[in-house]
């Protein structure tokens, strides 16, 4: 979240900034309630203050300073109780203000995201049609859709074989190329509570929600492992004298599923299998280590010899936590197209610069180097998210007869049978 007296003290540019990014947000009616509540709580002070001055008075007798403390306490209480229902309706506006936006970050939506940098492998050019992925894993026995259906409904499936292997595979290499970049390897829970998910900017309820609600409980999936390990610090004075870097495994569960060619298969799943970076470090660090993010991610890519390209996105695309964010998106020969030239990009990482938003949000702070308390900034990145490295994979490594060439780095990950998959 921002801070309440930046927004107060940079009302417009606060409002253009939720109009880049294509919000609704009740931005006047949070600067009314947010003056109550100020003025209210400058009363509440007062009576304090009167009440700490009446106990000292001994001009005043016994019952007289009882009758006088017993008006000031009732009053108190009043404001106290409207404070906290105006806090409440604050609050309610507050949360949804979204982050500022880099000067860098183009303006508009996802369409005016900036193609600012391109992998190291070229995009393939095929003497055969390329199959998509479903078809390579079915033919492979590397997925089994049909199964995850009825057993779990659309969206769900099962990685079997080869492909099991190349999960394992996958993750470990993406985590041993981070942790040798100075990542503490982390295995996170699957679940987070209300607080940390809202803390984190996920908000767990509305019609904006993307995630699982367990009911009964104040407990939700994660959509990300980034909600636990920055859950991890939640009111703490944290000591970033050195980054603190943490390289997360988790299951990540998203309740949307969107329909059509694009998302077919594997592509877009409401159960999969995650390494996330996270970074929680000093604001003048920042920058830097958002850089860092994104060269590891790119690493990662390059040495799977999967063609990809960056964005810069656009304020528009951005989430309400991200300052600042960078795409890397892969070329997935059987995605999309046109007839005669098929393949399209399609997303396989992320990172952001969330600068103070989460830790204000989850009260994460250090001392800086006048022992005063600050509030810390994120960062968040994904090293690997297996299904959409698994799309580009496969497809990308395919031959004429319907095998795929396993990439080098991976090999040392996998028995040899595995190193040509059919």
Known sequence: MLDRKFILENLELVRANI???GMNVELDEYVKLETARKDLLQN????????NKLAKNNDLSIDERRHKGAELRGAEAALVADLAALEGQVQDIYLTIPNMTAPESPQGGEDASADIARGVTP???FDFTPKDHIDLMESLGMVNLAAGAKVSGSGFYYLTGAGAMLELALTRFALDHVLAAGYTPVLTPDLARDSLMQGAGFVPRGNESNTYHVEGSDLNLIATSEITLVGIHADEVVDVTTPIKYAGLSHCFRSERAHGSLTRGIYRVHQFTKAEMVVICKPEESAALHLELRRLEQEIFDALEIPYRVLEIASGDLGAAAYRKFDLEAWMPG???TP???GSWGEITSTSNCLDFQARRLNIKYRDSAGKLQFA???NGTALSVCRALVALVENHQDAQGRVHVPKVLHPYLPRAYWVIG
Do not use: K, Q, W
Request: aromatic share 0%; charged share 25%.
């Open 19 to 21: 109009a880049g990014r």
């Open 44 to 51: 509440v002070e007062s009576i304090r203050a009167e009440s």
């Open 123 to 125: 995009i393939r050019t």
């Open 335 to 337: 995605r999309g197209g």
């Open 340 to 342: 005669g030239t098929p």
């Open 377 to 379: 900034h994120t960062l």
